[in-house]
């Protein structure tokens, strides 16, 4: 429940805060289809949650060794 309220947080800050400051101040492609988010190890949880939460924002994911417990039955 914390990591996910993290992830959250720190999702909407990419979306909300990052993300239009610099498609204001640089030229880049703002949508979707040229839009990523990457992260490793722990770092690969917030992009995964981004991907799942903001699908219109990014197309894209880089996930490099996420922790995820496999001995949880699915």
Same mark, same amino acid.
């Given at each position: 429940?914390?990591?996910?309220?993290?992830?959250?947080?720190?999702?909407?800050?990419?979306?909300?805060?990052?993300?239009?400051?610099?498609?204001?101040? $640089?030229?880049?492609?703002?949508?979707?289809?040229?839009?990523?988010?990457?992260?490793?190890?722990?770092?690969?949880?917030?992009?995964?949650?981004?991907?799942?939460?903001?699908?219109?924002?990014?197309?894209?994911?880089?996930? $490099?060794?996420?922790?995820?417990?496999?001995?949880?039955?699915?």
């Amino acid at each position: 429940l914390i990591a996910t309220s993290a992830c959250s947080v720190y999702a909407d800050f990419i979306v909300n805060t990052v993300k239009p400051f610099i498609d204001g101040k $640089f030229r880049t492609r703002p949508g979707r289809e040229d839009t990523g988010i990457m992260g490793a190890s722990l770092g690969a949880l917030s992009p995964q949650y981004a991907m799942y939460e903001y699908p219109d924002v990014f197309g894209k994911a880089g996930l $490099f060794s996420p922790p995820h417990d496999s001995s949880a039955e699915v």
